[in-house]
Protein backbone atom coordinates (compact mmCIF):
# COMPACT_ATOMS: atom_id res chain seq x y z
CA UNK A 1 0.00 0.00 0.00
CA UNK A 2 0.87 3.63 -0.94
CA UNK A 3 0.73 6.47 1.47
CA UNK A 4 2.32 9.81 1.22
CA UNK A 5 1.07 11.41 4.60
CA UNK A 6 1.39 10.66 8.08
CA UNK A 7 1.01 12.53 11.96
CA UNK A 8 3.36 10.97 14.33
CA UNK A 9 4.55 12.14 17.92
CA UNK A 10 8.20 12.11 18.62
CA UNK A 11 9.61 12.28 22.23
CA UNK A 12 13.45 11.96 22.24
CA UNK A 13 14.64 10.56 25.58
CA UNK A 14 15.77 12.28 28.60
CA UNK A 15 19.24 12.57 29.48
CA UNK A 16 20.29 10.50 32.32
CA UNK A 17 20.57 12.18 36.51
CA UNK A 18 23.74 13.71 37.21
CA UNK A 19 25.03 11.66 40.66
CA UNK A 20 26.18 12.91 43.80
CA UNK A 21 28.87 11.04 45.76
CA UNK A 22 31.76 11.75 47.76
CA UNK A 23 35.23 10.25 47.79
CA UNK A 24 35.66 7.87 50.65
CA UNK A 25 39.10 6.88 51.18
CA UNK A 26 40.75 5.48 53.83
CA UNK A 27 43.60 7.94 54.65
CA UNK A 28 41.51 10.61 52.64
CA UNK A 29 40.41 13.40 54.93
CA UNK A 30 38.22 15.19 52.77
CA UNK A 31 37.46 12.82 50.00
CA UNK A 32 35.85 15.94 47.31
CA UNK A 33 32.78 15.18 44.74
CA UNK A 34 33.02 11.93 43.45
CA UNK A 35 29.38 11.97 41.32
CA UNK A 36 29.37 11.83 37.45
CA UNK A 37 27.35 13.20 34.69
CA UNK A 38 24.44 11.14 33.16
CA UNK A 39 24.35 10.17 29.64
CA UNK A 40 22.87 11.89 26.75
CA UNK A 41 18.97 10.75 25.86
CA UNK A 42 18.08 9.19 22.55
CA UNK A 43 17.45 11.80 19.85
CA UNK A 44 15.11 10.72 17.24
CA UNK A 45 16.39 11.33 13.69
CA UNK A 46 14.61 10.38 10.44
CA UNK A 47 17.21 9.22 7.62
CA UNK A 48 16.22 9.22 3.95
CA UNK A 49 15.98 5.53 2.50
CA UNK A 50 16.38 5.05 -1.49
CA UNK A 51 15.24 1.51 -0.47
CA UNK A 52 11.68 2.43 0.92
CA UNK A 53 8.71 4.59 -1.64
CA UNK A 54 5.64 4.89 0.66
CA UNK A 55 5.44 5.82 4.86
CA UNK A 56 3.53 2.57 5.64
CA UNK A 57 6.20 2.08 8.05
CA UNK A 58 5.28 4.56 9.77
CA UNK A 59 1.15 4.64 10.33
CA UNK A 60 0.89 2.20 13.04
CA UNK A 61 3.55 4.02 14.87
CA UNK A 62 1.77 6.81 16.44
CA UNK A 63 4.23 7.99 18.74
CA UNK A 64 8.29 7.50 18.32
CA UNK A 65 10.19 7.54 21.49
CA UNK A 66 13.65 7.78 22.52
CA UNK A 67 15.45 6.17 25.74
CA UNK A 68 16.32 8.20 28.86
CA UNK A 69 20.46 8.38 29.24
CA UNK A 70 21.56 6.49 31.98
CA UNK A 71 22.04 8.29 35.36
CA UNK A 72 25.70 9.23 36.52
CA UNK A 73 27.68 6.68 38.89
CA UNK A 74 30.11 7.35 41.52
CA UNK A 75 33.62 7.27 41.11
CA UNK A 76 32.90 9.75 38.69
CA UNK A 77 31.73 7.63 36.38
CA UNK A 78 29.27 8.83 33.11
CA UNK A 79 26.20 7.15 32.54
CA UNK A 80 25.58 5.42 29.06
CA UNK A 81 24.43 7.49 26.50
CA UNK A 82 20.79 6.12 25.04
CA UNK A 83 21.25 4.96 21.65
CA UNK A 84 19.14 7.42 19.17
CA UNK A 85 16.59 6.22 16.86
CA UNK A 86 16.76 6.45 13.72
CA UNK A 87 13.93 6.43 11.52
CA UNK A 88 14.12 4.92 7.78
CA UNK A 89 11.88 6.91 5.24
CA UNK A 90 11.70 7.24 1.79
CA UNK A 91 13.65 9.76 0.00
CA UNK A 92 11.43 13.10 -0.66
CA UNK A 93 10.33 13.06 2.80
CA UNK A 94 9.57 16.37 4.15
CA UNK A 95 9.06 16.68 7.57
CA UNK A 96 7.12 19.97 9.31
CA UNK A 97 6.33 20.59 13.07
CA UNK A 98 2.60 21.02 13.18
CA UNK A 99 2.62 23.15 15.94
CA UNK A 100 3.94 25.93 13.80
CA UNK A 101 4.12 24.86 9.75
CA UNK A 102 7.89 25.16 9.80
CA UNK A 103 9.94 22.60 8.06
CA UNK A 104 12.21 20.62 9.88
CA UNK A 105 14.31 18.66 7.42
CA UNK A 106 13.64 17.75 3.60
CA UNK A 107 15.17 14.65 2.96
CA UNK A 108 16.42 14.75 -0.67
CA UNK A 109 19.15 12.54 -1.10
CA UNK A 110 20.02 8.79 0.11
CA UNK A 111 21.15 8.68 3.77
CA UNK A 112 20.47 11.95 4.19
CA UNK A 113 19.38 12.64 8.19
CA UNK A 114 17.69 15.10 10.35
CA UNK A 115 17.41 15.67 13.91
CA UNK A 116 13.36 15.94 14.54
CA UNK A 117 13.30 15.77 18.49
CA UNK A 118 16.61 15.77 19.94
CA UNK A 119 17.73 14.14 22.99
CA UNK A 120 18.17 15.85 26.61
CA UNK A 121 21.98 16.67 27.94
CA UNK A 122 22.88 14.55 30.84
CA UNK A 123 22.77 16.27 34.54
CA UNK A 124 25.98 17.16 35.76
CA UNK A 125 27.51 14.94 38.78
CA UNK A 126 28.64 17.00 42.00
CA UNK A 127 32.26 16.55 40.24
CA UNK A 128 31.36 18.72 37.13
CA UNK A 129 29.23 21.28 39.27
CA UNK A 130 32.56 21.78 41.74
CA UNK A 131 33.70 25.71 41.65
CA UNK A 132 36.05 27.10 43.08
CA UNK A 133 34.05 28.36 45.54
CA UNK A 134 32.42 25.47 46.02
CA UNK A 135 34.67 22.87 45.66
CA UNK A 136 31.95 20.46 46.55
CA UNK A 137 28.90 20.84 46.21
CA UNK A 138 26.57 18.37 47.83
CA UNK A 139 23.99 18.68 44.86
CA UNK A 140 23.76 17.12 41.06
CA UNK A 141 21.34 17.79 38.76
CA UNK A 142 19.01 16.25 36.66
CA UNK A 143 19.08 15.27 33.10
CA UNK A 144 17.79 17.58 30.57
CA UNK A 145 13.99 16.91 29.18
CA UNK A 146 14.05 15.35 25.77
CA UNK A 147 12.70 17.41 23.18
CA UNK A 148 8.74 16.34 22.21
CA UNK A 149 7.11 17.62 18.98
CA UNK A 150 3.96 16.47 16.55
CA UNK A 151 5.19 16.45 13.15
CA UNK A 152 3.69 15.57 9.84
CA UNK A 153 5.87 13.31 7.46
CA UNK A 154 4.76 14.05 3.56
CA UNK A 155 6.54 12.56 1.07
CA UNK A 156 7.04 14.45 -2.50
CA UNK A 157 8.49 12.56 -4.91
CA UNK A 158 11.49 13.60 -6.58
CA UNK A 159 10.49 13.16 -10.25
CA UNK A 160 12.37 15.39 -13.03
CA UNK A 161 9.20 14.92 -15.15
CA UNK A 162 5.28 14.95 -13.58
CA UNK A 163 2.56 13.33 -16.18
CA UNK A 164 -0.59 14.97 -15.85
CA UNK A 165 -3.66 14.87 -17.36
CA UNK A 166 -7.13 13.29 -17.37
CA UNK A 167 -8.28 9.28 -16.89
CA UNK A 168 -6.96 7.30 -19.91
CA UNK A 169 -5.24 9.78 -21.63
CA UNK A 170 -2.25 7.08 -21.56
CA UNK A 171 -0.03 8.23 -19.01
CA UNK A 172 0.71 4.72 -17.64
CA UNK A 173 0.97 3.34 -21.49
CA UNK A 174 3.76 6.10 -21.82
CA UNK A 175 5.39 5.73 -18.89
CA UNK A 176 5.71 1.56 -19.20
CA UNK A 177 7.26 2.38 -23.01
CA UNK A 178 10.08 4.69 -21.75
CA UNK A 179 11.17 2.82 -18.93
CA UNK A 180 10.68 -0.42 -17.24
CA UNK A 181 8.08 0.62 -15.05
CA UNK A 182 5.04 -1.72 -15.22
CA UNK A 183 1.99 0.07 -14.21
CA UNK A 184 -1.83 -1.30 -14.77
CA UNK A 185 -2.85 0.14 -18.08
CA UNK A 186 -6.80 -0.72 -18.52
CA UNK A 187 -9.29 1.06 -20.56
CA UNK A 188 -11.19 2.54 -17.67
CA UNK A 189 -10.86 5.46 -15.88
CA UNK A 190 -8.53 5.45 -12.44
CA UNK A 191 -6.74 2.92 -13.21
CA UNK A 192 -3.84 4.26 -11.89
CA UNK A 193 -3.89 4.87 -7.60
CA UNK A 194 -0.95 5.55 -6.86
CA UNK A 195 2.13 7.23 -8.60
CA UNK A 196 4.54 5.02 -10.25
CA UNK A 197 8.19 6.31 -11.25
CA UNK A 198 10.05 5.12 -14.00
CA UNK A 199 13.85 5.72 -14.84
CA UNK A 200 13.94 6.88 -18.56
CA UNK A 201 17.16 6.60 -20.57
CA UNK A 202 17.66 8.48 -23.77
CA UNK A 203 19.64 7.27 -27.03
CA UNK A 204 22.12 10.08 -26.44
CA UNK A 205 22.53 8.21 -22.88
CA UNK A 206 21.10 11.31 -20.36
CA UNK A 207 19.07 9.65 -18.02
CA UNK A 208 15.92 10.98 -15.69
CA UNK A 209 13.06 9.64 -13.76
CA UNK A 210 9.50 10.55 -14.75
CA UNK A 211 6.43 10.04 -12.48
CA UNK A 212 3.17 8.92 -13.38
CA UNK A 213 0.44 9.95 -11.38
CA UNK A 214 -3.28 9.07 -10.91
CA UNK A 215 -5.41 11.05 -13.60
CA UNK A 216 -7.29 14.26 -12.72
CA UNK A 217 -10.32 15.70 -13.58
CA UNK A 218 -12.31 19.07 -13.36
CA UNK A 219 -12.24 19.98 -9.52
CA UNK A 220 -9.64 17.76 -8.74
CA UNK A 221 -7.94 21.26 -6.70
CA UNK A 222 -11.33 20.91 -5.13
CA UNK A 223 -11.57 17.68 -3.91
CA UNK A 224 -13.44 15.80 -7.15
CA UNK A 225 -12.02 12.55 -8.32
CA UNK A 226 -9.08 11.15 -6.80
CA UNK A 227 -8.81 15.06 -5.63
CA UNK A 228 -5.64 16.64 -5.76
CA UNK A 229 -3.48 14.81 -3.18
CA UNK A 230 -1.16 13.57 -5.71
CA UNK A 231 -0.23 17.28 -7.30
CA UNK A 232 2.34 17.27 -4.19
CA UNK A 233 3.98 15.08 -5.98
CA UNK A 234 3.94 17.33 -8.86
CA UNK A 235 5.31 20.30 -6.50
CA UNK A 236 9.04 19.52 -7.21
CA UNK A 237 9.48 18.19 -11.04
CA UNK A 238 10.95 20.47 -13.05
CA UNK A 239 8.97 19.91 -15.93
CA UNK A 240 5.25 18.97 -16.58
CA UNK A 241 4.20 16.51 -19.13
CA UNK A 242 0.85 17.01 -20.03
CA UNK A 243 -1.04 14.28 -22.09
CA UNK A 244 -3.79 14.81 -24.41
CA UNK A 245 -5.94 12.01 -25.72
CA UNK A 246 -5.41 13.65 -29.61
CA UNK A 247 -7.50 10.96 -30.96
CA UNK A 248 -10.97 12.33 -28.61
CA UNK A 249 -11.40 8.41 -28.14
CA UNK A 250 -14.31 9.16 -25.33
CA UNK A 251 -15.92 12.25 -27.45
CA UNK A 252 -14.65 15.10 -25.48
CA UNK A 253 -12.38 18.04 -27.13
CA UNK A 254 -8.30 18.16 -26.62
CA UNK A 255 -8.51 21.92 -26.45
CA UNK A 256 -11.05 21.94 -23.21
CA UNK A 257 -8.97 18.80 -21.92
CA UNK A 258 -6.20 20.80 -21.82
CA UNK A 259 -8.01 24.12 -20.38
CA UNK A 260 -9.30 21.61 -17.91
CA UNK A 261 -5.54 20.29 -16.45
CA UNK A 262 -4.48 23.82 -16.75
CA UNK A 263 -7.06 25.18 -14.31
CA UNK A 264 -6.46 22.45 -11.58
CA UNK A 265 -2.74 23.13 -11.61
CA UNK A 266 -2.81 26.52 -11.27
CA UNK A 267 -5.68 26.47 -8.20
CA UNK A 268 -3.41 23.84 -6.59
CA UNK A 269 -2.09 25.39 -3.31
CA UNK A 270 1.14 26.35 -5.32
CA UNK A 271 0.48 27.38 -9.07
CA UNK A 272 1.72 24.57 -11.03
CA UNK A 273 1.11 26.74 -14.05
CA UNK A 274 4.42 28.28 -13.43
CA UNK A 275 6.10 25.16 -14.03
CA UNK A 276 7.55 24.37 -17.49
CA UNK A 277 5.01 22.53 -19.41
CA UNK A 278 4.86 20.41 -22.64
CA UNK A 279 1.56 18.81 -24.07
CA UNK A 280 1.85 15.32 -25.60
CA UNK A 281 -0.59 14.65 -27.80
CA UNK A 282 -0.97 11.17 -27.42
CA UNK A 283 -2.99 8.36 -29.74
CA UNK A 284 -1.77 9.60 -32.56
CA UNK A 285 -2.18 6.16 -34.30
CA UNK A 286 -6.27 6.71 -34.01
CA UNK A 287 -8.55 8.44 -36.33
CA UNK A 288 -9.64 11.70 -36.45
CA UNK A 289 -6.53 12.71 -34.68
CA UNK A 290 -4.37 14.27 -37.22
CA UNK A 291 -7.38 16.66 -37.80
CA UNK A 292 -7.69 17.30 -33.79
CA UNK A 293 -3.89 18.15 -33.70
CA UNK A 294 -4.21 20.61 -36.28
CA UNK A 295 -7.11 22.72 -34.76
CA UNK A 296 -5.68 22.22 -31.44
CA UNK A 297 -2.26 23.67 -32.90
CA UNK A 298 -4.38 26.85 -34.00
CA UNK A 299 -6.20 27.37 -30.93
CA UNK A 300 -3.46 26.62 -28.53
CA UNK A 301 0.21 28.41 -28.47
CA UNK A 302 2.43 25.69 -26.75
CA UNK A 303 4.61 23.21 -27.70
CA UNK A 304 3.44 20.10 -28.68
CA UNK A 305 4.92 16.61 -29.29
CA UNK A 306 2.35 13.94 -31.37
CA UNK A 307 3.57 10.28 -30.02
CA UNK A 308 1.34 7.01 -30.15
CA UNK A 309 2.15 5.25 -26.81
CA UNK A 310 1.26 1.95 -28.18
CA UNK A 311 3.07 2.49 -31.21
CA UNK A 312 5.95 4.44 -29.65
CA UNK A 313 5.61 6.58 -33.09
CA UNK A 314 7.54 9.72 -31.98
CA UNK A 315 8.88 8.98 -28.32
CA UNK A 316 12.04 9.93 -29.10
CA UNK A 317 11.76 13.53 -30.05
CA UNK A 318 9.77 13.65 -26.72
CA UNK A 319 12.67 12.33 -24.81
CA UNK A 320 15.02 14.07 -26.16
CA UNK A 321 13.36 17.32 -25.41
CA UNK A 322 12.34 16.78 -21.83
CA UNK A 323 16.78 15.51 -21.52
CA UNK A 324 17.07 19.47 -23.50
CA UNK A 325 14.88 21.35 -20.98
CA UNK A 326 16.10 19.32 -17.98
CA UNK A 327 19.66 20.17 -18.86
CA UNK A 328 18.76 24.04 -19.20
CA UNK A 329 16.91 24.14 -15.94
CA UNK A 330 19.65 21.70 -14.28
CA UNK A 331 20.10 24.69 -11.82
CA UNK A 332 16.32 24.67 -10.36
CA UNK A 333 16.36 24.33 -6.71
CA UNK A 334 13.91 22.28 -5.37
CA UNK A 335 11.96 25.07 -4.35
CA UNK A 336 11.94 28.61 -4.55
CA UNK A 337 10.56 31.07 -2.14
CA UNK A 338 8.67 32.97 -4.44
CA UNK A 339 6.56 30.07 -5.58
CA UNK A 340 6.49 27.56 -2.58
CA UNK A 341 5.84 30.19 0.16
CA UNK A 342 5.22 27.57 2.13
CA UNK A 343 8.60 26.08 2.10
CA UNK A 344 9.34 28.51 4.89
CA UNK A 345 12.69 26.42 6.85
CA UNK A 346 12.61 25.44 10.43
CA UNK A 347 14.52 28.10 13.09
CA UNK A 348 14.96 27.15 16.64
CA UNK A 349 13.57 29.85 18.61
CA UNK A 350 15.45 31.19 22.44
CA UNK A 351 12.67 29.27 25.04
CA UNK A 352 10.71 32.24 26.32
CA UNK A 353 11.97 32.45 29.88
CA UNK A 354 9.01 32.84 32.16
CA UNK A 355 5.57 34.25 32.41
CA UNK A 356 4.30 35.15 35.92
CA UNK A 357 -0.03 34.80 36.26
CA UNK A 358 -1.71 34.34 40.12
CA UNK A 359 -4.58 31.29 40.41
CA UNK A 360 -6.12 32.06 43.40
CA UNK A 361 -3.44 32.98 46.07
CA UNK A 362 -0.81 31.38 44.19
CA UNK A 363 1.62 32.78 42.19
CA UNK A 364 2.51 30.97 38.96
CA UNK A 365 5.74 30.40 37.21
CA UNK A 366 5.65 29.28 34.00
CA UNK A 367 7.61 28.82 30.80
CA UNK A 368 10.00 26.19 29.18
CA UNK A 369 13.35 27.90 30.44
CA UNK A 370 12.14 27.94 33.82
CA UNK A 371 10.22 24.79 34.42
CA UNK A 372 13.55 22.91 32.43
CA UNK A 373 15.29 24.24 35.48
CA UNK A 374 12.75 22.64 37.72
CA UNK A 375 13.16 19.54 35.99
CA UNK A 376 16.92 19.49 36.26
CA UNK A 377 17.17 20.11 40.00
CA UNK A 378 17.57 17.58 41.94
CA UNK A 379 15.95 18.72 45.48
CA UNK A 380 18.31 16.32 47.47
CA UNK A 381 20.00 18.78 50.08
CA UNK A 382 19.60 22.51 50.97
CA UNK A 383 22.21 23.15 48.65
CA UNK A 384 20.46 22.18 45.83
CA UNK A 385 17.34 24.17 46.99
CA UNK A 386 19.73 27.51 47.55
CA UNK A 387 21.35 26.72 43.93
CA UNK A 388 17.48 26.70 42.42
CA UNK A 389 16.65 30.01 43.91
CA UNK A 390 19.89 31.43 42.56
CA UNK A 391 18.59 30.46 39.39
CA UNK A 392 15.49 31.84 39.56
CA UNK A 393 17.05 35.33 40.76
CA UNK A 394 19.53 35.15 37.70
CA UNK A 395 16.34 34.80 35.44
CA UNK A 396 14.77 37.84 36.97
CA UNK A 397 12.44 36.46 38.84
CA UNK A 398 12.58 37.47 42.38
CA UNK A 399 12.21 40.91 40.75
CA UNK A 400 9.52 40.20 38.74
CA UNK A 401 7.30 39.00 41.76
CA UNK A 402 8.38 41.81 43.76
CA UNK A 403 7.45 44.30 41.07
CA UNK A 404 4.00 42.19 40.95
CA UNK A 405 3.50 42.38 44.74
CA UNK A 406 4.31 39.24 45.94
CA UNK A 407 4.66 39.15 50.13
CA UNK A 408 6.72 37.04 52.60
CA UNK A 409 4.92 33.69 52.93
CA UNK A 410 3.12 33.70 49.63
CA UNK A 411 2.35 30.30 47.59
CA UNK A 412 4.80 29.78 44.74
CA UNK A 413 4.48 26.91 42.05
CA UNK A 414 6.28 26.13 38.55
CA UNK A 415 4.83 23.16 37.45
CA UNK A 416 3.62 20.98 40.37
CA UNK A 417 6.20 22.03 42.74
CA UNK A 418 5.26 24.43 45.30
CA UNK A 419 6.91 26.78 47.77
CA UNK A 420 6.61 29.98 49.98
CA UNK A 421 8.54 32.85 48.78
CA UNK A 422 11.12 34.80 51.18
CA UNK A 423 13.36 37.37 50.43
N1 LIG B 1 -4.79 3.48 -29.64
C1 LIG B 1 -4.10 3.87 -28.57
N2 LIG B 1 -4.51 3.54 -27.35
C2 LIG B 1 -3.78 3.94 -26.30
C3 LIG B 1 -2.60 4.71 -26.44
N3 LIG B 1 -2.11 4.97 -25.21
C4 LIG B 1 -2.95 4.40 -24.33
N4 LIG B 1 -3.97 3.77 -24.97
C5 LIG B 1 -5.09 3.03 -24.34
O1 LIG B 1 -5.81 3.91 -23.53
C6 LIG B 1 -6.30 3.23 -22.38
C7 LIG B 1 -5.87 3.95 -21.09
O2 LIG B 1 -4.47 3.89 -20.96
P1 LIG B 1 -3.71 4.12 -19.59
O3 LIG B 1 -2.26 4.15 -19.92
O4 LIG B 1 -4.16 3.15 -18.56
O5 LIG B 1 -4.24 5.57 -19.24
P2 LIG B 1 -3.94 6.47 -17.96
O6 LIG B 1 -3.84 7.86 -18.44
O7 LIG B 1 -2.78 5.92 -17.21
O8 LIG B 1 -5.30 6.28 -17.13
P3 LIG B 1 -5.58 6.45 -15.55
O9 LIG B 1 -4.49 5.75 -14.83
O10 LIG B 1 -6.90 5.81 -15.35
O11 LIG B 1 -5.61 7.92 -15.31
C8 LIG B 1 -5.77 1.82 -22.44
O12 LIG B 1 -6.78 0.98 -22.98
C9 LIG B 1 -4.60 1.94 -23.42
O13 LIG B 1 -4.36 0.74 -24.12
C10 LIG B 1 -2.19 5.04 -27.77
O14 LIG B 1 -1.19 5.71 -28.03
N5 LIG B 1 -2.97 4.61 -28.79
MG1 LIG C 1 -2.63 5.22 -15.34
Redesign the pocket.
Known sequence: MFLDEVTVEVMAGAGGNGCMAFRREKYVEMGGPYGGNGGKGASIIFKADEGLNTLIDLRYRRVIKGSKGENGLGKGMTGKSAEDVIVKVPVGSVITDVENGLIIGDLTKNNEEVVVALGGRGGKGNIALATRTNLCPSYAENGEPGEQRKIKVELKLLADVGLV??????????ISSISAAK??????????LVPNLGVVKTKDNRSFVVA?L??LIEGASLGEGLGDEFLRHIERTRVIAH?IDM?A?EGRNPIDDYRVINKELENYKVNLLKKKQIVIA?????EGAKENLEKFKKEVDVEVYP?????KEGIDQVLYRLADLLDEIKSTPLYDEDKFESHVLYKFEEEKPFEITKEGDTWVISGEKVEKILKMTKFQTDESIIRFANKLRKLGIDDKLRELGVEDGDNVRILDFEFEYKD
Open positions: GLPSVGKSTFPKIAAYHFTTDPGISSNKMDMISALT
